[in-house]
């Protein structure tokens, strides 16, 4: 008890860090308590984040802060409107195909099962394809139902999903307009002796305006240069499969793996084995190794390089706890709790030894 009193004493007797941790647990209180309702808010401050690089390049170039704000905000609607009218429904379209079309193939890939214990009767048994196959029935069985109670609760997701158009348009503009008044506002409320709070959101912030805008221009590029490619190599589906491969980047190390499953069936189902499907492979490994190697350390020089455990634990944890906001911001979340561990006060002759370990 007294160790712990003494460790207590040692760490929270700092002003700074009592502030620091209050604003922490205020930070996760919101985000946890009122993250449902203050979703559209959380949106549109992402996004006027992601907007503000674009309206900063603007004023550099001799543009108002008003003019700069109204032409990027054009352009983000403009954007929008794409994605809503041409993007999504190709996608939508798309996957209402496959999903049309999935017995077919399912019963294509079963023919091809049957016949493996006849050409591999040491590797594999009837009752091991057996199991496999009512595995399989059951999965499918559950997604069925999955489908079905998800179309009879559509009507107030896509009601929620129009509120949502609306409201976070709007929010944007005006987070863009009146930043530096929202900010002034802000501030207010905090105390003035800050220096602790400040070293973690200069170094922090920077890395997560680094990560969060390369992130979303690698997802654009990844995927449409995927879409692109699959198209001229004649695949079936390659908007969905073009998306599927642009949100991959968004799970280092396991994304891009996992991908490769649908795109590898879909390629054999349509080409089989040959040299079409050879095709396909290639080009997508080649996609990823531009990626991996040319593109990331383009987009990311400047963002810490954060332990692949590292990484692979915060998806985890994040995406457990938001979903695909925990996920896509999982590597931010985790440089934040990096900046405030290298900021938070530690006992110097214990630390030394870890560092030259």
Known sequence: MELLKNWFKRYFSDPQVVILGVMLLIGLFIVIGLGKWLAPMFAAIIIAYLLEALVVKLQRI????M???????????????????????????????????????????????????????QLISDEQID??????????????????????ASLPVLMALAVFLVLVPVLVFFLMKDKDKMIVWFVGFLPRDRSLVNTVWVEAETQIANYVRGKVLEIFIVGSVTYVTFILLDLQYAALLGALTGFSVLIPYIGAAIVTLP????????FGWGFEFGQ?????????AIDGNVLVPLLFSEVV????????????VFGGLWGFWGIFFAIPLATLVHAVLRAWPRDVANAEPAADA
């Open 280 to 288: 396909i492979i290639i080009a997508y490994g080649i996609i990823q």
């Open 305 to 316: 390089n954060l332990h692949p455990v590292a990484i692979i634990l915060a998806i985890l």
């Open 263 to 270: 795109i590898a069936a879909l390629a054999w189902i349509q």
């Open 67 to 121: 003019p700069s704000v109204i032409v990027v905000f054009l352009g983000f609607v403009a954007l929008l409107i794409f994605l809503l009218f041409v993007v999504i429904p190709r996608i939508s379209r798309q996957l209402t195909q496959l999903v049309q079309q999935l017995p077919e193939y399912l019963a294509k890939g079963q023919v091809v099962l049957t016949e493996l214990p006849a050409r591999y009767p």
């Open 131 to 152: 199991a496999v196959a009512t595995a399989i029935s059951q999965e499918l069985g559950n997604a069925g139902q999955l489908l079905l109670s998800w179309s009879l």
């Open 62 to 65: 001799g543009l108002p802060r």
